[in-house]
């Protein structure tokens, strides 16, 4: 039975596409649109979790992952 979980991703404009990470477990994909990045973030995760062994997913898989906006004195 499949389960769902939930993961980050960071999806950033980069030349004439964009490029998406998943922070928890170091992934990352692209795409021409940022929905297109996005799911092929998804692929890859999904990818991922069928092909790696359990210790690399353990040893790749961060619990934790904060975001946050920073306020920086320039000048």
Same mark, same amino acid.
């Given at each position: 039975?499949?389960?769902?979980?939930?993961?980050?991703?960071?999806?950033?404009?980069?030349?004439?596409?964009?490029?998406?990470?998943?922070?928890?477990?170091?992934? *990352?994909?692209?795409?021409?649109?940022?929905?297109?990045?996005?799911?092929?973030?998804?692929? *890859?995760?999904?990818?991922?979790?069928?092909?790696?062994?359990?210790?690399?997913?353990?040893?790749?898989?961060?619990?934790?992952?904060?975001?946050?906006?920073?306020?920086?004195?320039?000048?």
């Amino acid at each position: 039975m499949k389960r769902i979980q939930q993961f980050t991703a960071l999806i950033e404009r980069e030349d004439e596409g964009y490029v998406a990470l998943c922070p928890e477990l170091d992934i *990352a994909s692209q795409g021409d649109t940022v929905e297109e990045a996005r799911t092929n973030l998804i692929e *890859a995760i999904e990818l991922f979790f069928e092909a790696a062994d359990p210790s690399e997913i353990a040893s790749r898989l961060r619990s934790e992952v904060f975001t946050t906006r920073l306020e920086v004195s320039i000048g």
